[in-house]
Antibody
């Protein structure tokens, strides 16, 4: 059974940093693209970043470029999101997501809440 | 960036009815990369339809997708009580960017 379990969310002040982690199991992690998708309270879904299998090719949405960095450790079946210079508008539930066929997100974690507030 | 606009924002219907949700793109989207998700309150989204018209594993055949170019639809042939949720379309483009529509909320009348 595919499982994605996020951790690392919490309450931080604007300008601070946070590192999210995602522990993957139930599939061969190193053979899949992985992504982070977020959802602000009461709002829709926004793709944040993704990373190819080897961890070299990475893509980020414009609103987080230069502040967030996605990475992975295939030996530990783990995905990360380093978030620096956090802003109020980064407040959201952050989902760890597996990249499926045809540019889909086929498995989702339960999400971890990041709240940026002074 | 390709913008996806879903309509309507909210639909009020009764179980047993047929419903069609719309997703319109600001520029042409490859049908191979148009996806639909269902999200219930407090839960993560669930993959419904990929490649514009293919059902994901375990999705009932009352759900169907169609469309091409800039206009795509999700149809639920006969609404079940568990189908009342928010539905999102999503696209993936050749610059490795993903965008979602704003969602359509399907509520019980």
């Amino acid at each position: 059974e595919v499982q994605l379990v996020e951790s690392g969310g919490g309450l931080v002040q604007p300008g601070e940093s946070l590192r999210l982690s995602c522990a993957a199991s139930g599939f061969t992690f190193s053979t899949y693209w992985m992504s982070w998708v977020r959802q602000a309270p009461g709002k829709g879904l926004e793709w944040v970043a993704n990373i190819k299998q080897a961890g070299v090719d990475k893509f980020h949405v414009d609103s987080v470029k230069g502040r967030f960095t996605i990475s992975r450790d295939n030996a530990k079946n783990s995905l990360f999101l380093q978030m620096n210079s956090l802003r109020d508008e980064d407040t959201a539930v952050y989902y760890c997501v597996r990249g499926g066929r045809n540019g889909t997100f086929d498995y989702w974690g339960q999400g971890t809440l990041v709240t940026v507030s002074s | 960036e390709i913008v996806l606009t879903q309509s309507p924002d909210t639909l009020s219907l009764s179980p047993g009815e047929r419903v069609t949700l719309s997703c319109r793109a600001s520029q042409s989207v490859s049908s191979s990369y148009l996806t639909w998700y269902q999200q219930k309150p407090g839960l993560a989204p669930r993959l419904l339809i990929y490649g514009a018209s293919s059902r994901a594993t375990g999705i009932p055949d009352r759900f169907s997708g169609s469309g091409s170019g800039t206009d795509f639809t999700l149809t639920i042939s006969r609404l079940e009580p568990e189908d009342f949720a928010v539905y999102y379309c999503q696209q993936y483009d050749t610059s490795s960017q993903y965008t979602f529509g704003q969602g359509t909320k399907l509520e019980i009348k």
